[in-house]
Structure formats: C-alpha cells, structure tokens
C-alpha cells in the first residue's frame, strides 16, 4: 500500500528571494511545522517542471498554495479554487515551463496516478519582483490573518467526502 494515498499534499510554490512571491513558501513551511505529518505531506517548489508529476502522484488530494497579482483584489486576499476552474497564478502558469493543465494532462497521458482532487489556493500579492527573503511590510502585517484563512480552507477540504483525514 501506498502511503501517500491515504495522505493530503499540501504543496507551496515560490521563490524565496522574490519578496512576497515567496508567500507560498513560507506557509507550507509553518504549516509543516504545525500539522500532523502522520495526515499531510509537504513540499515547496519554484516552479512546474516534469520532476513534479512524481511530487504529486499518489495522493488522496492536494493543495497547491501560490501567489497572484491580481489588481482588483486586496493585498493578501486569499482565494480557494478547483483545479479544473483555476486560470492563473505566478508560479503555475509559465509560458517558459509547464502549466499545471499541462502537467495534469502529460500525467493522464503517462498513466500517473494524479488525484482528480486538486485545489488551488492562492494569496494575492504586490511586490513580486524586488529581491528580499522578507515579505513586504503589506503582506508581513496580514500574515497571521492568511496564515489562519489557509489553515480554515485546509480543514474544509479535509470534511469533505472521501477526506484523507478520516483514514486514521
């Protein structure tokens, strides 16, 4: 039996050196810290490459936590999606790279066992293009508030059906 298929991924994508484009980073590293490994793994990437089909296959479901810049939204705003109703972030959508509906249907293409359970979970941003390990002092003051929204939308996809974190 696999492990990982009674597990949730909880996936972080960034750069640790672009100010606040690191967000998603720095909260599956907290979350690392503060919820049961027994139930959620976790890892962090800069980016989408062919190397993260293996990262994903497997699991029960996934979150995938990344930055955006959206104008119309608020700094630090969170938001929830489905994979299949998600349009763009900074790190999932490369026209350098893969996307992750093209990594999700190369997947499907090699037989990997890629959960069908994807939800994509993202923190709006500004400042994505200055060199700092720090997040913006913007980002830094809601970072609690953030931090405790990704947390309530973690424990809402563990109550739905099928949650992985019934297993135990």
Not at 86 to 108: G, P, Q, R, T, V
């Amino acid at each position: 039996m696999n492990s990982r298929e009674y597990k949730m991924l909880i996936m972080g994508f960034g750069s640790s050196i672009l100010t606040d484009d690191g967000v998603g980073l720095k909260i599956a590293e907290q979350l690392s810290k503060d919820l049961d490994s027994k139930l959620f793994d976790f890892k962090t990437e800069n980016l989408i490459s062919l190397e993260t089909i293996e990262a994903l296959t497997g699991y029960k479901k996934i979150i995938i936590i990344d930055a955006v810049s959206k104008s119309e939204e608020r700094i630090g705003q969170v938001s929830k999606y489905l994979l299949q109703d998600f349009k763009s972030s900074l790190h999932l959508f490369n026209i350098h790279d893969l996307s992750i509906h093209h990594l999700k249907e190369l997947a499907n293409y090699l037989s990997c066992e890629i959960t069908t359970d994807i939800f994509v979970v993202t923190i709006n941003v500004k400042e994505k293009e200055e060199f700092s390990s720090s997040l913006s002092s913007d980002l830094n003051d809601k970072y609690s508030e953030i931090y405790s929204t990704i947390n309530t939308i973690i424990e809402e996809v563990c109550l739905e059906k099928k949650c992985v974190c019934d297993a135990n």
